[in-house]
């Protein structure tokens, strides 16, 4: 069964750098066939992909975030991290790390969450 | 970018069929899915590939999707069913959401 488990702090002063990791087990993050994901939700909002990574390192962002966003991954350590620059309050939201299929798109598998707020 | 919409609310009766739509320049080409999530829960997905369910979802579940216009039907909706609903389309290889609808089962 694939699990995914994010991690990194809960607080974020404004302007300062966002960074989480996301920590796979039951799969290979250079397994192919997938991409790896992150999406956030703003409380009481909905959904908004972040971007996503492949096996081969392509990546592909969401064009309102792209000139913020960073994401990496490690393919021995089977992680894949975010790195969010210049944090506004508009960034607190619960981030999700996913599982992406590479054809179809849809997102079987889903971590928990983790609520990141921006304040000072 | 592309963007899929989804009216905010849908409101059915228990036992009654529930019918959320997402719409989108030509989203009949792409692929469709759709997530559940209740409060303070991670989505859960329902129907991918416009019309597949993942083992595991009720056969009350199911989607439809051509021309603009994608479509989540719950038949004999219960309860339970009541959560927020979300369309998904895969497009070139990127992720797009739509806003989101809540059921209420009244």
């Known amino acids: ?120 | 970018s592309y963007e899929v919409t989804q009216p905010p609310s849908v409101s059915v009766s228990p036992g009654q069929t529930a019918s959320i739509t997402c719409a989108g320049q030509n989203l009949g080409d792409k692929f469709v899915c759709w997530y559940q999530q209740r409060p303070g829960q991670s989505p859960v997905l329902v129907i991918f590939q416009d019309t597949k369910r993942p083992s595991g979802i009720p056969e009350r579940f199911s989607g439809s999707n051509s021309g603009n216009t994608a479509t989540l039907t719950i038949s004999g909706t219960q309860a339970l069913d009541e959560a927020d609903y979300y369309c998904q389309a895969w497009v070139g290889r990127t992720v797009v959401f739509g806003g989101g609808t809540k059921l209420t089962v009244l």
Not at chain 1, 15 to 31: A, E, F, K, P, R
């Open chain 1, 1 to 120: 069964q694939v699990q995914l488990q994010e991690s990194g702090p809960g607080l974020v002063k404004p302007s300062q750098t966002l960074s989480l990791t996301c920590t796979v087990s039951g799969d290979s993050i250079n397994s192919g066939d997938y991409f790896w994901s992150w999406v956030r939700q703003p409380p009481g909002k909905g959904l908004e992909w972040i971007g996503h990574i492949s096996y081969t390192n392509a990546s592909h962002y969401n064009p309102s975030l792209k000139n913020r966003i960073t994401i990496s991954a490690d393919m021995s350590k089977t992680l894949f991290s975010l790195t969010l620059t210049s944090v506004t309050a508009a960034d607190t939201a619960v981030y999700y790390c996913a599982r992406v299929g590479f054809t179809y798109g849809h997102i079987p598998y889903w971590g928990k969450g983790t609520l990141v707020t921006v304040s000072s």
